[in-house]
């Protein structure tokens, strides 16, 4: 079996964000149009240049921001991002700590994970995006919520652990599990993302638990994704399910991709929103309006895309390539997407499906 080197590894986590401008089927580089959106008004822009900062709490990783602030800059020279990465959990201890206490807080939250957007519903503001009628309906779930993008999950395996038949579906991975305990790798059941998929596929698929029981014994869950594409090009795993969909665009640029593949479970997509909510009481109200808005407008769907997120705009696919949800759509169907909704149901249930996720794993 072809390895690759742990330094090589390392270096595809810290890609992970930066070489998603080029996707991992050969296809050009993404091109972002960083020129302003019309319909955002002069006065909104003029408050917002005003104010001249946004901050933002968010569970997005900095190399995303690393690639989308300097072109957002080049459209609003005069307002500054200022992101602080926080995990689900931190931020909403955070951001309410400091609500509490009259200290400076987050203008915006931008979050993948539907608990903080549960936890934080009293706190975000109401507000109507220009773009509302540009974005499909799964994208403005409640009022104010907006999901910028929305991350299909993958399937990522080694090639030369899988040889000349490479895993197309969940069932085929399951089909894997008999011949290959310990060498299939997911997110942890503590993960808000990897439980958010496993409950949304649940859901959806009538045979999800006949998977989940072949598939449990033989997984071994993680709480990073990186560390696992590390460990599927090494060859620790042979195979990984429910894996972020970001994992597309790093295998050619990195040039692991005679080593690594992946593909869609085409059984059942899961797709993540990763939402944006202005935050009520903001210090840089007009500059965080501006920046959700700018997110959902086709130019900045483009530059959001170019960084390593899906677009969530139909008008945009041509541009973002594999990096658009209706590219996703066209590749398995419609009915094989399975978006991950912001319901209350996923939280209250979660402790029951725990319970029998450790059954099936024996324990």
Avoid at 19 to 29: F, I, L, T
Avoid at 135 to 153: C, K, Q, T
Avoid at 208 to 213: G, M, Q
């Amino acid at each position: 079996m072809r390895l690759v080197s742990r330094g090589a590894a390392t270096a595809l986590s810290a890609a992970l964000m930066l070489s998603a401008c080029s996707n991992g089927g050969g296809e050009p580089k993404i091109v972002a149009d960083t020129s302003r959106p019309s319909e955002i008004s002069a006065d909104t822009v003029s408050k917002a240049e005003a104010e001249g900062e946004v901050v933002v709490y968010t569970n997005s990783p900095d190399e995303l921001w690393d690639a989308l602030i300097p072109k957002f800059k080049k459209a609003y020279p005069g307002i500054k991002i200022s992101p602080v990465s926080l995990n689900g959990p931190e931020l909403v201890q955070r951001l309410r700590s400091e609500q509490k206490s009259g200290a400076a807080t987050a203008d915006l939250v931008i979050d993948s994970s539907p608990s903080t957007l549960f936890d934080l519903a009293d706190t975000l503001e109401a507000r109507d995006s220009v773009f509302d009628a540009d974005l499909p309906d799964y994208a403005n779930p409640r009022p104010g919520v907006y999901a910028i993008s929305a991350d299909p999950s993958i399937i990522v395996y080694n090639k030369a652990a899988v040889g000349d038949n490479p895993p197309e579906s969940l069932a085929d991975v399951a089909a894997m599990a008999d011949d290959k305990p310990g060498k299939l790798a997911t997110y942890d059941i503590d993960s808000e993302n990897g439980y958010a998929q496993m409950w949304t596929f649940a859901e959806q698929r009538g045979d999800a638990w006949t998977l989940y029981d072949q598939l449990a014994p033989a997984t071994r869950y993680e709480l990073n994704g990186g560390s696992m594409t590390q460990k599927i090009a090494q060859g620790e795993y042979v195979a990984g399910y429910f894996q972020s969909g970001l994992v597309r665009g790093l295998l050619k640029p990195g040039g692991l991709d005679s080593i690594v593949g992946w593909s869609y479970e085409k059984d059942g997509t899961t797709v993540v929103p990763r939402y944006s909510a202005v935050v009520q009481g903001a210090a840089h109200p007009s500059a965080a309006a501006l920046l959700q808005d700018y997110l959902l407008s086709a130019p900045g769907q483009t530059v959001a895309c170019s960084s390593g997120l899906t677009a969530v705009r139909d008008d945009v696919a041509d541009t973002c390539g594999d990096f658009a949800v209706k590219t996703v759509v066209d590749e398995v169907g419609q009915d094989n997407i399975l978006m991950v909704p912001l319901e209350e149901t996923m939280r209250t249930e979660k402790p029951d499906f725990v319970a029998r996720l450790e059954k099936a794993r024996g324990k």
